[in-house]
């Protein structure tokens, strides 16, 4: 039986790690979970926020997932969408589902990320 999701894990090119905690820490106000010794040296950074894992890692031929994507319920969707957009990441809000409010944005890699109001 599956319980939850530890943790979701999207690609980035060798070398961005600052470029991910710039965003994933800097805008969406995350924090960086310390990576085990033995995965380290392998490249890529990890994060938290409340119970929602991201984990990013290195991937030699890095093409963006522009389809596949994880969905984060958020408790202040206006607030962060001002914040991304101010960041200069333009939220593309999508109404396809009735009664949930969500929109979609790139990361600096060109990663889709799904918001949503908590509760939807």
Excluded: C
Aim: hydrophobic content about 50%; cysteine-free; proline content about 7%.
């Amino acid at each position: 039986m599956m319980l939850r999701i530890d943790h979701v894990q999207l690609a980035m090119p060798a070398g961005a790690e600052e470029e991910g905690r710039r965003f994933y820490i800097g805008v969406l106000g995350m924090e960086e979970v310390p990576k085990p010794a033995t995965l380290a040296a392998r490249g890529g950074v990890w994060f938290k926020s409340g119970e929602v894992q991201l984990h990013l890692g290195v991937e030699a031929d890095f093409r963006p997932a522009t389809k596949a994507h994880p969905a984060v319920a958020i408790a202040d969707l206006d607030g962060l969408a001002a914040t991304l957009r101010r960041a200069g990441h333009e939220p593309i809000w999508d109404d396809a589902i009735p009664n949930v409010r969500r929109f979609y944005v790139a990361d600096p890699f060109g990663n889709r990320l799904e918001f949503m109001a908590a509760g939807a």
